[in-house]
């Protein structure tokens, strides 16, 4: 029993979203996710094309950096390193952001095809505590919301 107990005090918390977008391909979710211009156009919380700058280099060891402005003004900055790429399919990849390097979490975001368009399903795992793990759903949500508004925009044009 006391090792049991002592696994769940190890386990850190996590988050998953999923979304369905229709009328969207797995190459299309892919691109939103992996070429810097259109990061550049939904990533963060914040309003559109609210990225400062973004950087990718999409393959297993490659890495990335976004920086991007809340609406407050305050400005942050994550990067991590891609640990597996399949292209159009799942992507993973450390979190870290500028502020706190010690606190590294892992992202997988995974693409399915569906009779009608694309099922992603995104993990954020290994967060420091619970209080981080809330943080983090505060700016994913809201960034995964621009994510199908931008997906939408590119599937009507």
Not at 40 to 67: L, M, Q, Y
Not at 103 to 128: C, K, Y
């Amino acid at each position: 029993m006391a090792e049991e107990a002592g696994t769940a005090a190890r386990e850190r918390p996590s988050l998953r979203i999923q979304r369905h977008y229709d009328e969207v391909t797995p190459e299309q979710v892919w691109h939103a996710w992996t070429d810097p211009k259109a990061l550049s156009v939904w990533f963060g919380p914040g309003e559109d094309n609210s990225v400062i700058h973004a950087r990718t280099d999409v393959r297993t060891g490659g890495s990335f950096c976004i920086a991007f402005r809340l609406v407050n003004g305050n400005e942050h900055e994550v990067s991590g390193t891609y640990r597996e790429v399949v292209h159009s399919r799942k992507l993973v990849f450390t979190w870290t952001w500028r502020d706190s390097p010690e606190r590294e979490s892992l992202v997988t975001v995974r693409l399915s095809p569906t009779a009608n368009g694309t099922q992603m399903d995104f993990l954020h795992e290994q967060f420091f505590d619970q209080a981080e793990r809330d943080d983090h759903e505060g700016g994913w949500l809201p960034t995964i919301d621009k994510l199908g508004r931008y997906l939408g925009a590119a599937s009507a044009a």
